[in-house]
């Protein structure tokens, strides 16, 4: 079955551990993106791939970092510098020049 | 700047109807989606308007005013399995999404 998987579904890591969270599609997709979301708000985007070997900041990238090595992956690693961690953290996918994303079940990422 | 405003939370009951309001106002439109988000899992897509008027999709209808920088999601026949989050998103030049805080349907038997 083709879709975006995203592991693992929760997550829990102590102040100053850096994390990453994996995001894997078979979707054949261009373009990959990171989102977060908190209770209450929409999604707010962290970083983005339109292609492999090349990512862009989004609104909220500081405390994140990004790599696209493969089409296929595209992980988010959280660091220390995040000063307010925990959230939900949704990858999503889309081919090249079509708007419509395709999201993961999400991360729950709970920092203690 | 870049606005997008939809209520917290709406209420209805069982079979009735409801219109979920989104505004926006942003630098830059390539149109807007619709996505439904039941608690603790992925947004899934509902509906997208690029061109002004309405889009009817089964119990789903989505309308989109341009000029307005004002669009719609309605509702029909409502049931149980339809409380949820309803996320309204505008699409950005190259496809960037930029979403609204969501709102938040409650259906009551």
């Known amino acids: 079955d083709g879709g975006i998987t995203q592991s693992p579904k929760y997550l829990f890591r102590k102040e100053g551990q850096n994390v990453t969270l994996s995001c894997e599609q078979n979707?054949?997709?261009?373009?990959m993106y990171w989102y977060r979301q908190d209770p209450g708000q929409g999604l707010r985007l962290i970083y983005y791939?339109?292609?492999?070997?090349?990512?862009q900041k989004g609104d909220i990238a500081e405390g994140y970092s990004v790599s696209r090595e493969k089409k296929e992956s595209f992980p988010l690693t959280v660091t220390s510098a995040q000063k307010n961690p925990t959230a939900f953290y949704l990858c999503a996918s889309s081919m090249a020049d079509v708007n419509e994303q395709f999201f993961g079940p999400g991360t729950r990422l709970t920092v203690l | 700047g870049q606005n997008i405003d939809q209520p917290t939370e709406m209420t209805a009951t069982e079979g009735a109807i409801v219109q979920i309001n989104c505004t926006y106002q942003?630098?830059?439109?390539?149109?807007l989606f619709w996505y439904q988000q039941h608690a603790g899992e992925a947004p899934t897509f509902l509906s997208y308007n690029v061109l002004d008027g309405l889009e009817e999709k089964g119990r789903f209808s989505s309308f989109l005013s341009r000029s307005k920088g004002y669009s719609y999601l309605l509702l029909k026949e409502l049931q149980m399995k339809d409380s949820a989050s309803y996320l309204c998103a505008v699409v950005h030049s190259w496809g960037k999404l930029q979403f609204g805080a969501g709102t938040q349907v409650v259906v009551t038997p």
């Open positions: 791939s339109q292609i492999v070997n090349d990512f």
């Open positions: 979707l054949n997709h261009d373009a």
């Open positions: 942003t630098s830059g439109f390539n149109g």
